[in-house]
């Protein structure tokens, strides 16, 4: 009974960030190298951005000037979640299996950071919030509701289980 109360949980959960998102879907995982790059063809309110994973720091891997996402962090965030759950995202791109995040090091799980504001703007921000997206598993598993508050010279290099998500509109 408790398995069948804890899947109609995850269903209306589903449902809601559908919702909170718009309309949303991830087409395709980009793979390079054997690893995922990112993804291609999020869609947010009829929009499409690309997602690219990078290791580094904020105020490394960003483009100059860039202060966050604001909710669009979220936005995606709930987008890839949504896209691996309905199974829009293949659990193993390409046929093969237990592919990892390029910058992720860790074969258990990875938080991939979306920055959605900072104090500063890059490459001399400060301190920035972000919207996390835990993979595991072959597949996005969680977003958590709290923005996670970080020092923008955090490097993710040093981090084997932490990336950033660069976010760009589709070509």
Known sequence: MQRIVKQGFRGVMIAMC???????QAQSFVVDTGVIS????????????????ADGSFNSVYPSELSGYGQLARA????????????????????????????????????????????????SAQTT????????????????SKLWPFDASTDTVHMPDMLYAIITPAR
């Open 76 to 123: 995606v965030a709930q987008a890839l979640l949504v896209a691996s759950e309905s199974g829009a995202l293949p659990a193993n791109p390409g046929g093969v299996r237990n592919r990892q995040l390029h910058g992720c090091r860790s074969r258990d799980s990875c938080t991939v950071l979306i920055p959605e504001h900072s104090t500063g703007a890059a490459p």
């Open 38 to 53: 990112g993804v291609t063809g999020v869609e947010i309110q009829g929009s499409l951005y690309d997602v690219t994973f």
């Open 129 to 144: 919030y972000a919207v996390e997206v835990i993979y595991s598993g072959e597949r996005f598993r969680s977003v958590p």
């Open 18 to 24: 559908i919702g909170a998102a718009g309309t949303a």
